[in-house]
């Protein structure tokens, strides 16, 4: 089940999630705790961690496995809606005429 894919992934992959982790988060302790004046700090921690998250999404993220062309029928719902839109949006602006 989901529970099992999970883990085996996890065990794929934690020691590359754990290397990207420190290299992130052992220089940025270091830069936050020995260099940051205490009024920068929490900047520097949401910037520290923007440049993390990002690593484990280039890490993690498969664009061309999970990328599908939306179905037809998602593709037609979607027009009839925008079509929908279009039509109350004219009906309100000629109400207020």
């Given amino acids: 089940g989901i529970v ?3 883990l085996s992934k996890y065990q ?3 020691f590359q999630d ?3 982790g420190w290299c992130v ?3 940025g302790h270091y830069v936050t705790y020995f ?3 205490i009024h920068l700090r929490v900047p520097w921690a949401a910037c520290a961690s923007f440049v ?3 690593l484990l999404s280039y890490l993690r993220g498969d664009i061309g496995k999970e990328a599908a062309q939306p179905s ?3 593709a037609e719902t979607l027009q009839h809606r925008g079509n929908a839109c279009v039509d109350m949006a004219t ?3 000629r109400s207020w005429l």
């Fill in 18 to 20: 754990w290397a990207a």
């Fill in 91 to 93: 009906d309100a602006s």
């Fill in 25 to 27: 988060w052992i220089p």
């Fill in 35 to 37: 260099w940051m004046p």
């Fill in 52 to 54: 993390y998250i990002c």
């Fill in 72 to 74: 037809e029928d998602v």
């Fill in 12 to 14: 794929k992959n934690c």
């Fill in 4 to 6: 099992t894919t999970a």
